[in-house]
Each structure stands twice: as structure tokens, then as C-alpha cells.
């Protein structure tokens, strides 16, 4: 049973840091592709960041210099480094991996006081 399991998320100040960590269990193998997704109140999720097996990734234009993703492949644990983070990147957070099929983790709220 393929399983995400998230960490790291909570309430930080306008330009404050949080770490997000996802760890994929129940996958053998290299996963292609592991990211960060965000749904704000009212809002569709979007993708925020994404890391691919080859080393490639991707920013939502929203976090570009903000945020950074990287991954253990060792371990299939992704994580997304939030720097000056802003009331906007106020939302839930679910850590995604494809392997074969899209996996999702639970969630984790992020919120940025003002």
C-alpha cells in the first residue's frame, strides 16, 4: 500500500521559513515524478513545485526564488523549502508522486500571518 505522509507545515510570519517533508512508502523503485500541489479556501489546487527523477524541476511563477524542492531518491522523500513566505501562500499543501498512478499525502496546512 503506497503511502505520503507529510510534515513540516504550521503557522510562520510574513517572510518567515517553513520546511515541508514528504516520505513515499510502499513504493519500490525510483519514483519519475514527485511535487508539492496548494488549494487555498475557495481556490483549484495548483501545482507548486515539481522534481523529476532526472534532476529537472519546476516552479509555479507565484514561487520562483521563494521556494525550493529537492528529493532523497534514497529514501523517495521530497521536500519544499519556503523562504519569504507571504499571506498568499496561505493554503493546504499536498505533497504527489506518480508511480505508474498519482499518489496524494493527506495535506498539510501553511499559514502566513501578516
Known amino acids: 500500500q503506497v503511502q505520503l505522509v507529510e510534515s513540516g507545515g504550521g503557522l510562520v510570519q510574513t517572510g518567515g521559513s517553513l520546511r515541508l517533508s514528504c516520505a513515499a512508502s510502499?513504493?519500490?523503485?525510483?519514483?519519475?515524478?514527485m511535487g508539492w500541489y496548494r488549494q487555498a479556501p475557495g481556490e483549484q489546487r495548483e501545482l507548486v513545485a515539481a522534481s523529476l527523477s532526472g534532476g529537472a524541476t519546476n516552479y509555479a511563477d507565484s514561487v520562483k526564488g521563494r521556494f525550493t524542492i529537492s528529493r532523497d531518491s534514497g529514501k523517495n522523500t521530497v521536500y519544499l523549502q519556503m523562504n519569504s513566505l507571504k499571506p498568499e501562500d496561505t493554503a493546504i499543501y499536498y505533497c504527489?508522486?506518480?508511480?505508474?498512478?498519482?499518489?496524494w499525502g493527506q495535506g498539510t496546512q501553511v499559514t502566513v500571518s501578516s
Open positions: 504527489t508522486a506518480i508511480h505508474y498512478k498519482q499518489y
Open positions: 510502499g513504493i519500490i523503485g525510483s519514483i519519475n515524478f
